[in-house]
Nanobody, 125 residues
Framework: QVQLVESGGGLVQAGDSLRLSCTAS????????MAWFRQASGKEREFVAS????????SYADSVKGRFTISRDNAKNTVYLQMNSLKPEDTAAYYC??????????????????WGQGTQVTVSS
């Protein structure tokens, strides 16, 4: 089991950028597939991006392609989500998730066993 803590959310204007961070503890971080999900008020939790344990494979939801970038620094036990050109539609609570390395291509909530507490991103128009 790995413990995850997100940070970096906030209130910004449309077109601005934010970088979210997720720091892990309690288990070897390097062996985990990492992902970001988000959940807007009244909506289902949805996949945003994921990255393999080595950082060699990434995946993005269509809604964020070209604007968001996921990366990881295993030496720092941290995964990042760089969010550029933010839109009001990006407003949501963002959650960091960890799963086994063989779930590198997964976009399902159920495939990730460890979750952070969430960090709120609000984008005004």
């Amino acid at each position: 089991q790995v413990q995850l803590v997100e940070s970096g959310g906030g209130l910004v204007q449309a077109g601005d950028s934010l970088r979210l961070s997720c720091t892990a503890s309690g288990h070897t971080f390097r062996t985990y597939t990492m992902a970001w999900f988000r959940q807007a008020s009244g909506k289902e939790r949805e996949f945003v991006a994921s990255i393999s344990w080595s950082g060699g494979s990434t995946s993005y939801a269509d809604s964020v392609k070209g604007r968001f970038t996921i990366s990881r620094d295993n030496a720092k036990n941290t995964v990042y989500l760089q969010m550029n050109s933010l839109k009001p539609e990006d407003t949501a609570a963002y959650y960091c998730a960890a799963g086994p390395s063989y779930y590198s291509g997964s976009r399902r909530v159920a495939d990730f066993g460890s979750w952070g507490q969430g960090t709120q991103v609000t984008v005004s128009s």
